[in-house]
């Protein structure tokens, strides 16, 4: 079974200029939008609306950033750093 597209995992982007990029999904807006942020092209002051269709979820799970989130902490370079890092992770496949 798919792990949801929801708030605080990792999901690549299958549609769109951004097609191929891997995003961290912020928060949920209603049952078909999310909003997603890369900290480099789209940052935290202005997150990107997607579509859940648009995007493919993965397996990871980033509760260190959402904590972040919720505590209004969290900064770019902290998004940067996770998404770099799920990357290099062999296990950040879409399902």
């Known amino acids: 079974m798919k792990p949801p597209v929801q708030a605080g995992f990792a999901a690549i982007s299958k549609?769109?200029?951004?097609?191929?990029r891997l995003f961290v999904v912020l928060c949920e807006l209603d049952a078909d939008f999310v909003l997603v942020?890369?900290?480099?092209?789209?940052?935290?002051?202005?997150?990107?609306?997607?579509?859940?269709?648009?995007?493919?979820?993965?397996n990871r799970e980033l509760p260190g950033l959402m904590a972040l989130y919720h505590q209004?902490?969290?900064?770019?370079?902290?998004?940067?750093a996770a998404l770099s890092?799920?990357?290099?992770t062999p296990t950040t496949q879409p399902i």
């Open 37 to 58: 942020a890369d900290g480099d092209l789209r940052l935290l002051g202005h997150p990107k609306k997607k579509r859940r269709k648009h995007l493919t979820p993965t």
């Open 85 to 88: 890092q799920e990357t290099d």
């Open 72 to 80: 209004g902490r969290l900064k770019d370079s902290d998004i940067r």
């Open 15 to 20: 549609k769109g200029r951004d097609k191929g």
